[in-house]
């Protein structure tokens, strides 16, 4: 596949997955999706690697989910290589590529872009990161890993919290809750993301595989929630109410719900 929407290089047994859409803040179209699950298949297969970090070009943004320019334009998020938006697909592979993934977040992590840093093993962050959802504001949601996985992560009224309000939250904050491992400074996040795949490729890669594998294990069942959310996030999105989401996102205006409150 020749990619468009990512860069994909190997350095010294750590494999660099990199959103490349700095203009649209790193959001994800269909064929970036497609992209990103070529290159962690690419990982995944190669002897040469060993760790995976996945981050986003630029300093603005790690990723702030599905582009909604796009999908405002288009009413989907554009072509892909098999006719589906394979964004499950994406969640599903993160976990299952046997070698730790690294999220690098540099800047927004967003929406679809903070459950894809939650999806991986380990965060972390440049001091200037920001985490939050939005898929309220816009007409759209993500449950199963975004709602299940994350209140396994930082607990039921953190999760709840971050869902209900649609708040973004700090790097700091983010750390004391255990929702990322570090915080460093924007221009050591390169650096520090090495330290960490350097201290991994020391290790047996079989016992991090089944180790990772173990850990899965236990959250496997929201895989089997998010098909469900997501069946119904289709049916969702063709809806009044969501149009009135992604309408009032696109013109930068606060959209208005009241109607819909009945429902």
């Known amino acids: 596949m020749e990619f468009t929407d990512i860069t994909y290089e190997v350095e010294n047994g750590l494999a660099w997955i990199t959103i490349n859409r700095p203009e649209r803040y790193n959001s994800f179209r269909a064929r970036t999706v497609d992209e990103l699950i070529h290159a962690f298949k690419l990982a995944w297969s190669s002897d040469e690697v060993g760790a995976i970090t996945l981050t986003g070009a630029g300093e603005k943004a790690f990723c702030t989910g599905g582009d909604q320019k796009q999908r405002a334009e288009t009413g989907d998020y554009g072509p892909s290589e098999s006719g589906l938006f394979e964004v499950e697909s994406l969640h599903r592979v993160i976990r299952d590529v046997p070698k730790p993934v690294i999220a690098a977040v540099n800047g927004f992590a967003i929406g679809g872009g903070h ?136 013109e930068k205006r606060a959209p208005n719900f009241a109607p819909y409150r009945g429902n």
Not at 161 to 179: D, N, P, T, V
Request: some cysteine; glycine content about 8%; aromatic content about 10%.
């Open 115 to 250: 459950v894809l840093h939650m999806l991986c093993d380990l965060t972390i962050a440049s001091d200037n990161a920001i985490f939050g959802q939005n898929g309220p504001r816009v007409g759209s949601f993500d449950a199963g890993f975004g709602t299940g996985y994350m209140a396994r992560i930082i607990g039921e009224k953190r999760a709840r919290e971050i869902w209900f309000l649609c708040r973004k939250y700090s790097a700091e904050q983010a750390e004391a809750w255990g929702l990322i491992n570090k915080v460093v400074a924007p221009d050591q996040l390169k650096a520090e993301v090495r330290q960490w795949a350097d201290e991994i490729l020391n290790l047996s890669p079989t016992s991090l595989k089944v180790l990772k594998q173990s850990f899965n294990t236990d959250t496997e069942h929201f895989a089997g929630i998010g098909q469900m959310a997501y069946s119904s996030l289709r049916l969702f999105g063709e809806s009044p109410e969501a149009l009135e989401g992604i309408t009032a996102f696109n």
